[in-house]
Every structure is written in C-alpha cells, then in structure tokens.
C-alpha cells in the first residue's frame, strides 16, 4: 500500500526530470550540429555560394542569407535577378533546419522543398535545376567532387541534397544566454538576465521559446490591435499562411521567428518595417501582447536578445 | 514417330515449364513486406499517441515549451508519408494523421496566445485594483474589477458553461463602464478587458480541439487497418497454398514429359540413331526446370544434375557427378527411413514424400522429394531420377503459423493450448517416472486498474515486462506461459515431492519480489504485485485438468489472504469455497429473514469531540453461523450481485433513521453510507436516491454516498454518470479508503467528490511508523488543495487524535470515540450529546 500511495504522490507531482544540469526554462540550448559526411557539407558550401544557380550567374544563396550578415542580407526585401525586388524580408538561413517549417508562410515542410521555392521563383533565382545541373556538368571539378561525396554522382538530387547537408550544419551553439542556460552564472550580465525575466514576463516566452526561440509554430500577426490596418498598404505577401491555405482564419498567420541572431539580422519583420530590435519589440507589444511597456523595459528586453548571438565553426558571429 | 507428335510433345515440355515457373513465382507469398507495414501502422500508432501526450504535457504545464510537440508531429508526418496508398483503409488512416497534426499546430497557435493572457490577467488586474483604491476616483469600477476577478476565479477552477457566462457578464459590464468613463486609466482597462475577451474565446477553441485529439480516431484506425493487412496476408497465403498445389501438378506433368523424352531419348540411343533436336529439347527442359533433377545409374551413382540442384544444394555438376546422392544425407532422417523408401521404389517404382536435406554450406532445408525409377523394355531398372523442391520458404510460412497458434504473439510465451498440452504430456511422464510437478499459477493484482487507467497500450507493455521478469526467475528446466489475461503460469517438475516443496516456495517468493519492483511505462511509473496459489501433481490433483483448477483456486486463496503472496493448495480450502456457496445462498434469504441490520459509528469532530454525522454499516446475524464478518459476506455479496438490493435496503433504513434523529435529537446530523460499485453500475441509481430524498423529505446535503477507489472512470461509463447525477441531486460523494487503490491526480479531477477518508491502514502506528505519518500528512495536504475535506477512519489512540489535529484533519472515526453500535445505542449516544446542550457551531 506504501508503493501504491507512493505512485500516488508521484503522479501528483511533476513527472520526474531527468538528471541534467541545464535549467528548467522555455528556452532550451543550440545542440551542436551533427555532420555525417564533411565533403557532403563542404560541396553544399560551395553551391550555397556558387551564382550558378541563377538565371546568367547573378545570384548565389549566400547573396540573400549572407553568413557574414546573420544569414540574412540585411535589407527590407531581397533583390533577385535583374534587379527584381523580392516581395519579403530574407530571413536567416543560421538554425534553419531548427524551423518546423520554412518560408515565412511555412509552405514548405522541409529545407530539401525549401531549396526549389527561392531557385525557381522569377523574382529571385530564375532558373530550372535542369539549367543548373547542365552548367555544373561542364565544370570537371564539380563533377569530380560530386563523385567523392556521392555514389551517383553529379544530379539533380545531389545538387538539393548537398545544399541542405549544409544548411544542417549552420547551427550556431555557445551564445551567451546559452552558456547561462548550461549553468555558467557569469555568462551574462545582471541587466541581461533582467532583460530576460521581462521578456518572459511581458509573454513574449509564449511564442518565442524551444531551442530556436521560435520556429516552432505558427501565429496570427496582430492579436491584440490591427497591424496591417495601421500600418496600410497591404500586400499579397502580409497574407501569410492564407496564400497556401486559402482558409479565413489563415490571413495574416505567420511563422513564428526564431529569435536566434538576431541583433545580427535588421531590418525585422516580413515586411522589414522595423529598423532595429527596440522597434521591433515595441511594436510586438503593441500588436501581439497588448502591454503597456516602458522604454526602459524595452532596452533591457534588447539587452536579453543580443546574448542569443551564437557561434559558428567555433567563432562569434 | 512422325513429326506432327514430336511437335506436340515439344510444344507439351514447354508449355507445362512456363506454367510450372510462373506457378512458382506465384506461390512465393511476400512475408517482409507484411511485416513492414504492419511494423509502419504500429509505430504510427505510437507516433500518434506521443503527439497526443506531448499536446497533454503542453496543455498541462508541464512542458515549457513546443519543441517536443513539434518533434512528435514531424515523425509522424514522416511516418504518414510512408504509407501504402493503394489500400483505402490506409488512405483514411492518413487523413486521420494529418488532421491530428493540423490541429495540434492549431493547438499552439491558440494556446501559446492564451496561456499568455491567463498569465497576465490575474496580476494586471491586481495592479490595477490597487491603482484604483489609490486614486479613490472610481469605486463602481473597482467594485466591478473585483467582480472580474472573482469570475475569472471560478472560470479558472471550472470552465462550465455558467461559469463562462458570469465572466462573460463581468466582461460586458467593464466594457459598457468603460465607454462611458474618460478617466483614466482607461488604455489599460481595454487591453485588460481585451485580455479576458480573448481568454474566453480561446479557452472554447482550446477545448474542442483537445476533445477532437482525446477522440482522435489513430487507434481505431490502425485496428481497422492491421485486421485488413492479416486478412490480406491470410488471404495471399491461401492463394498461395493454391497455386502451389497448381505447380505440383504442372511440374509432375513436366516430369512425365521429360520421363518420355528420356524414355524416347533412350530408345532412339539404342538404336544408334539420334534425334538430335529431341535431344536437346529434352536438355532444355532437363536444365531449365526450376525443381532440382538429379539423375541417377542404375547403382544410383549421379550421372547429370541441372541448375536448380546447384542452386538449391550448392554443388556444382563437377561436384556431384559421380557420387551418390547421399552426400545431401542431413542425418535426420534414421536409415529405416531410407529403406522404406528404396523398398517403395523397387516395389512400385516411385516415392514421394518430404525429408531433410544438408546443402553444401551445412545448412539442412526441408524438401518434397519424387524418386521415379526408369527401366527398359526388358523391365529392367536402368536409372533413377529424383525431382525436389526447396521447401524451406513454405517450412518458414508453416512455422510462422505454428508459432502463432501455440505461442502468445504479445510475450512470445506459450500460451494456454501449447502449455495445456505439454502439461498433459508432463503428467503423462510424470506418472510413468514418479515426477512431482507444481504449477504456480500467477495473478496480477490490480492490472485492471493498469489498463483502465493507462490504457491498454500500456497494460500491454508492463505484461510484456511482466513476462521477461517472470522468465528471469525460473530456471531453465521450468516452463512460462501466459494463460490468459494477465494471468501466467509456472511449470516446475522436480524428481521427489521434497524437493518440489522446497523449491516452488523459493520461486514463488523470487517472482514476488521481482515484480515488486517500479515499472517504468513510457512517462508513467506503476507498482504491481501478484498473488500465487501453488497445486502439486500428484498430490493434489491427478490431472491436467483439476491440477490448474486446484492451482487457481489456491490463487484465489493468495488473494484473500491480501494479494501479494503466495499460497499451496490444501483440503481446507475446499471447505472454505463450501462455507463460500453457503453464506451466498443464505444470504439471498437474510433480508426478507430480517437477519440483516443497520450498525452506526459515529464521525465526530475532534475538537470539540461532538457527533456530526454517523457511517451506516452493515451487520448479518444468522441462526447458524452466528455472527458473520461483514468482511466475509460483503465481498460475497458484492461479487454474487446480491449487494445492490442489499445497498438500497440499507440507504433506506439509514435514511429514515436519519430523518427521525434530525427530528428528534439534532437537526444537523448527517449520515455516511457505502455506495458499492454494482450499485453504481445501475441505470437506476439516481433516481432510487431522488425518490427516497423526496419521500422523506430529506435535504440532499445530509446525505453522503462513500465510494470507493476502484470504481470505472472511463467517460462513458455508467458509474460516472451516475456520480455526476448523483452530485447534482446535492448529494455529498466521498471516497472511502482513500491511498489503498490506485488514484490519481487525473482520476481525483474527473469526480465529482468533496471529501477523502484516509483509509484505516495509514492511521494505524501513528505516530511511530514513520511512513504512514508521511502519508497520512500528504493526503491530508492534497485532500486541502484540492479543495476536499477530509476524515480519518480507525482512529484509536490519542496520539492519532492529537496528530490529526496538528496536520489539520478535524473529522475522525474509530474505537476511541464509539465503535459501531445498534440503532438504540446511537440514539442513546445522540440524547447524551444534543438533548441538554444546544448544538454548537461546528
């Protein structure tokens, strides 16, 4: 009867955590990315950077997810071929494979669907894989390196699938608040740390938790006042997740962001609007927590989001 | 031989290889790919069933984030996506997973935005409160604010539909204050007002869309889709046992045209002409046959083998040209078989029949072997062809099958056919060598209440554990075999009776303490226990048969001695299952005998040691027996059925009883009466109770109905709704025996109770066995924060008293105050305390 009250107990207490010497918060830390094959990763480098992959060699990923600008190009909406303007902010390619889903509207499930979105799309990449696969095949260095990562060599698949093996890696562990959340105190300053129990006491933890701070879910873009009336000039791309779904209760459902980096990535938001972290902030306790925020509180929550700046290959970003 | 029948046999030879190939290929039943997808749904299904905890976890608290909910929902979409599309039950299942996935993204959504407003409201409205009382401008506001917040209370505690309303009301209330007041602060009170808004339109999302996961139909589903697989597979295995039998007749027939050929090939030999196209054709056939041929000389020395007996056997023609096929010998075959068969094959010129053979990588396989003689035209044997198939795929299928029918797919035990088979073998062997046999037969206590609780998916994974446990506690000469349920059974055979006695005890006694242990199911901890009865061949039983009845019996007996124990099969048990069929069938008789009577022990309060309610209980007093022990009696009549009539006779003779005291002595008495869990199983249940309540005036919160822990709490159950009809007559519901079932959070949520007893057993030692002190306090603050009140039960001593009061418990019951005493004594009791003292305040 002792082990029967004792079940008891523990189904009324929380269920049991294991041993570990992370603290118990909404917000969990970078793992370190797992790479199974590095000439797998070290080709995706060089098609991520490679122009080839656009309409008369233009364009490369990396001019829109810049790993020296966050994984972003810090623009409001990115340019594609021939001077194109995109219709949306670029977001950052660091932590992507963290997201639940990818684009901003999450219209695809995973990065290896991801990779057509941009490539074929006319406003940004402008071309086929047919078109890219032809011109990679007259260059024997690419055909030679494919064959060391691949069985099949050079193709199309191979061409996605390197890309993604090295967005995989793009994982950025080690940022201050995470080394805090392993338990290192000194990690990050008290003011930092003040920053962070508002960020959770505004609710800004709702949304913006897990181990990329957001990424995992989707959420209406002005829950508490009207975003899109306010601000005025409303574009296809504001609808969010009603242009995949077409449903009602879709419009102006978005990806929730991942907070990683993201001091590194301005402008914010789909549409860019906001210039720096303090405007951005303001503006989601305006429109999504219906707060009333002090500009002190504002600065310290900026504080907070500054230490969520990782490393990469073992180096700040 | 003109050309027209040569043509025609040619055509006869090939025409029968071609239906004999594809007949093969056809036969060959594809096992891996059943196993493959009914591994799919499987894990599926439990893909499914993560999402739905990882969304409780969510839901619940106690995870602080969406990562593991999102992870769960990526498996399973992966999962889905594996599915076979081709079969529509898959397609459903499907659609199923994806809705499932749909609304648990909904689910964050929504509830990401609501957990954020439920945080904020409560203190925001704190905050404001006392901005308000500050600026002293508004005091209809702050009244009204303060009618917020106690609504946003009881919504909180209960989100009924009343309780959705009143919030609702103060909402509406606050707004139109609002519009009307210019003060400020008024930005703050909208978004306070907006907060509450949008917490009650999410909670009614929220609400349907857990409802939709908690109904979810993956399980369903996934049965649905496993039953067609199997009969699928039942059915490719029967089309298969078909063709087969097709592609025995088809290579026999091939085997006659090949035999003809040979025949006319030999004839054409002997008269030093060839037909050379014949000849080859007959080649063709001879190499191409997809069964292994081998001939033989006369003196069966191998002269030619074809493809398929390299194949099969591993030796090449080099290998085995010149040998005899004896080198296949597996040694499983003992030589009179041999010598049959060659007596056969002289006699009639032709054997069939399986037999095992050895490739040559050692490996034995099973084959169907025709061995035809050939002779010549004098009759004289000439040569041997042997013609064989591998059976070893169609052995697998025939294996799989028996495994199925003798073994317990779940634990891979033997189950009750194979284990009552060997054990009638056993006994068989045992009367012939003198053997001493015990069978320990194994109950599970309480795995009911496992199942119910945790579900079947779960139930199944303890008795898998169960069984591995069970198996590490016997030696290897014991047997296992799950007979049934959660029932299994040990078979231990020793030389002598003594040594039998001495070793089933310490088997018995390590299989206790083994299953003792914690068990770990998935997120969820449970305890169990088991209760052993041990019968002995040949000295309790002769048979099979009365041994495993004797064996349950003695099981039975375990369990009233308290589960957990273990217990040998004597003759007094038999006398006990006799007084057994005795009490019941007095029993039916003792009401309308008037045998039966209504005892009370009071429940008083110990502080001020005053009677506030009495327990209505139970006593039998029969000519014969004499007194009977309710103990005994009541389970009898709890498992005979007779107890519901028995339960309503007693509810209103008490309630009667009740009604004259309230009169008479004290107007505030309640009274405490045993619900059991056949009554609670009645359609009629409430309705008994209303129309006693109104026929005798009594008011509902008078009376309180105890029931106990292990009643059914599944949603659809009768007994819950009849405890929820119950509470809404304004009855009290309590649980008696309160830490001695298998309660929890969730389960103490879901009823509709008001007050816990703390079962007798964790009072009794108070205050020197420290564990029941423990209990006891924890109980006591759980009961608390749940909002229950709580009694003790077997209060004794006065140290138990005095450390009821200090944990808080006020109401107490037991020997110290009154033991339970006829209708007389307790009005006796009653007339002492109330009749000259008007009754305090409790």
Not at chain 2, 753 to 770: A, C, G, N, V
Request: hydrophobic share 40%; net charge negative.
């Amino acid at each position: 009867m002792i082990k029967l009250i004792s079940l008891l107990l523990l189904s009324v207490s929380s269920h049991s955590i294991a041993a570990t010497r992370l603290l118990n918060e909404p917000i969990s830390p970078i793992p370190d990315a797992i790479i199974h094959s590095v000439e797998q990763v070290e080709l995706g480098r060089l098609l991520f950077h490679d122009v080839r992959l656009s309409e008369n060699d233009q364009l490369s990923c990396a001019s829109c997810h810049s790993l020296k600008k966050g994984g972003a190009d810090g623009q409001v909406v990115s340019s594609g071929v021939n001077g194109h303007k995109g219709l949306i902010n670029s977001p950052s390619i660091f932590n992507s494979s963290l997201n639940f889903r990818q684009f901003w509207d999450g219209r695809a499930d995973s990065l290896l669907s991801q990779v057509d979105g941009p490539l074929n799309n006319p406003l940004e990449m402008n071309i086929s894989w047919a078109g890219v696969l032809a011109k990679l095949q007259q260059d024997t260095f690419y055909v030679d390196l494919f064959k060391q990562a691949y069985a099949t060599g050079l193709s199309i698949n191979n061409i996605k699938a390197a890309i993604v093996s090295f967005e995989e890696s793009l994982l950025t562990p080690n940022s201050r608040f995470d080394l805090y959340l392993k338990n290192k105190a000194n990690a990050i300053s008290t003011e930092e740390l003040e920053g962070y129990r508002l960020f959770k006491q505004y609710g800004c933890i709702s949304c913006h938790q897990g181990a990329a701070v957001g990424g995992n879910l989707y959420q209406t873009f002005g829950i508490m006042g009207d975003y899109f009336a306010d601000r005025g000039n409303i574009t296809p791309a504001d609808l969010g997740r009603y242009q995949v779904t077409h449903d009602e209760k879709d419009k102006y459902v978005f990806k929730v962001p991942s907070l990683r980096n993201v001091a590194l990535t301005a402008p914010y938001f789909h549409d860019g609007s906001a210039k720096n972290l303090e405007a951005a902030v303001e503006i989601m306790m305006v429109y999504q927590l219906g707060r009333i925020s002090t500009k002190q509180d504002i600065r310290k929550i900026v504080l907070f989001l500054k230490t969520l700046t990782g490393q990469y290959n073992n180096k700040p970003l | 031989m003109n050309k027209a029948l040569e043509f025609l046999l040619l055509f006869f030879m090939l025409a029968t290889l071609v239906l004999a190939s594809s007949l093969y290929s056809k036969s060959q039943v594809d096992h891996q790919s059943y196993q493959d997808q009914t591994h799919l749904v499987n894990q599926i299904n439990e893909q499914a069933a993560q999402l739905s905890l990882a969304i409780f976890l969510v839901a619940e608290g106690e995870r602080l984030n969406y990562d593991n909910m999102t992870l769960s929902g990526k498996v399973l979409k992966e999962l889905n996506q594996q599915l076979d599309l081709s079969q529509p039950e898959n397609t459903k299942l499907q659609q199923i997973n994806l809705l499932l996935i749909e609304q648990a993204e909904k689910i964050k959504s929504l509830h990401a935005v609501y957990h954020n407003s439920l945080f904020f409201l409560p203190k925001e409205m704190n905050d404001l409160q006392v901005q308000l009382k500050r600026s002293n401008q508004s005091p209809i506001l702050a009244i009204q604010l303060a009618a917020l917040q106690q609504h946003l209370l009881l919504f909180n505690l209960s989100p009924d539909t009343s309780n959705i309303q009143g919030f609702q009301q103060a909402i509406d209330t606050l707004s139109r204050h609002e519009l009307n007041l210019k003060i400020t602060p008024n930005n703050r009170l909208s978004l306070l007002l907006k907060h509450a808004q949008l917490i009650i339109n999410y909670q009614q999302q929220l609400k349907q869309l857990f409802q939709h996961i908690i109904n979810s139909p993956v399980a369903t589903q996934v049965h649905v889709v496993l039953t067609a697989y199997a009969s699928h597979f039942q059915a490719s295995l029967n089309k298969a046992e078909n063709i087969k039998k097709g592609f025995y007749i088809a290579t026999l027939l091939l085997i006659l045209s090949v035999i003809w050929a040979l025949i006319r090939l030999k004839r054409a030999l002997s008269k030093l002409y060839t037909n050379e196209r014949s000849l080859r054709l007959a080649a063709t056939v001879f190499e191409h046959s997809p069964e292994g041929i081998v001939l033989s000389d006369e003196n069966n020395k191998i002269l030619q083998v074809n493809k398929a007996f390299s194949e099969v056997t591993g030796y090449s023609a080099e290998d085995a040209i010149g040998n005899n096929p004896s080198i296949l010998s597996s040694g499983m075959q003992d030589s009179t078989f041999y010598q049959a068969m060659w007596a056969e094959i002289k006699e009639h010129g032709l054997w069939s029949g399986e037999l095992y053979n050895r490739r040559k990588n050692g490996e034995i396989y099973p084959e169907f072997l025709r061995v035809i003689a050939i002779k010549d035209p004098q009759n004289r044997l000439t040569h041997h062809i042997a013609i064989f198939n591998d059976l070893s795929g169609q052995k697998a299928t025939e294996q799989h099958i028996h495994f199925l029918a003798h073994f317990d797919p779940l634990t891979d035990l033997a189950n009750r056919s194979l284990f009552t088979d060997q054990l009638k073998k056993s006994i068989l062997k045992g009367r012939k060598n003198q053997n001493s046999i015990a069978l320990l037969f194994i109950d599970l206590d309480r795995f009911k209440e496992i199942n119910e609780n945790f579900g079947h998916k779960v139930g199944d994974q303890l008795l898998v554990q169960v069984a591995n446990d069970i198996k590490h506690c016997v030696r290897e000469t014991d047997s296992v075999a799950r007979f049934g349920g959660d029932e299994f059974i040990v078979t231990i055979e020793e030389p002598t009776y003594d040594e039998l006695v001495l070793n089933a005890p310490i088997i018995a006694e390590k299989i206790l303490s083994t299953l003792s242990q914690q068990y770990h199911l998935g997120t969820a901890h449970a305890y169990i226990s088991a209760s052993i009865g041990i019968a002995i061949f040949p000295e309790d039983a002769p048979t099979a048969e009365s041994l495993l009845q004797r064996a349950d019996l003695a099981m039975h007996h375990a369990k009233e001695k308290g589960k957990n124990n273990y217990q040998f099969y004597s003759e007094a048990l038999n006398v006990k299952a006799k007084r057994r069929a005795y009490i019941e069938r007095e029993l039916r008789l003792a009401l309308s005998r008037n045998q039966l009577e209504v005892y009370y022990q009071p429940q008083y309060n110990i502080l001020s040691k005053q009677i506030k309610s009495f327990e209505a209980l139970l006593r039998w007093q029969h000519p014969e027996l004499g007194f009977v022990p309710p103990e005994e009696f009541i389970a009898i009549a709890e498992e005979s059925g007779l107890i519901v009539n028995i339960g309503l006779w007693v509810l209103e003779t008490a309630v009667k009883q009740l009604v004259i005291w309230q009169k008479e002595l004290y107007s505030e008495l309640f009274i405490a009466i045993n619900i059991s869990v056949k009554q609670l199983e009645t359609d009629e249940l409430s309705q008994l109770v209303k129309s006693l309540l109104e026929r005798t005036l009594l008011h509902p919160e008078y009376l309180e109905l105890e029931v106990t822990e292990n009643i059914s709490i599944e949603d659809d159950s009768i007994t819950l709704a009849n405890l929820y009809k119950l509470n809404k007559l304004g009855v009290q519901l309590s649980m008696d025996d309160f830490g001695t079932g298998y309660s929890n959070m969730t389960y103490l949520k879901k009823l509709p109770i008001e007050r816990l007893k703390i079962d007798r057993y964790f009072i009794s030692d108070i205050p020197h066995d420290t564990n029941n002190v423990a209990i006891a306090q924890a109980i006591i603050v759980m009961a608390h924060s749940l909002g229950f009140s709580v009694i003790a039960e077997g209060v004794e001593t006065l140290e138990q008293e005095e450390f009821l009061l200090n944990n808080g418990c006020y109401m107490g019951q037991g020997f110290l105050f009154s033991k339970p005493v006829p209708t007389q004594k307790a009005t006796d009791l009653l007339r002492n305390e109330y009749e000259k003292k008007p009754p305090q305040l409790h």
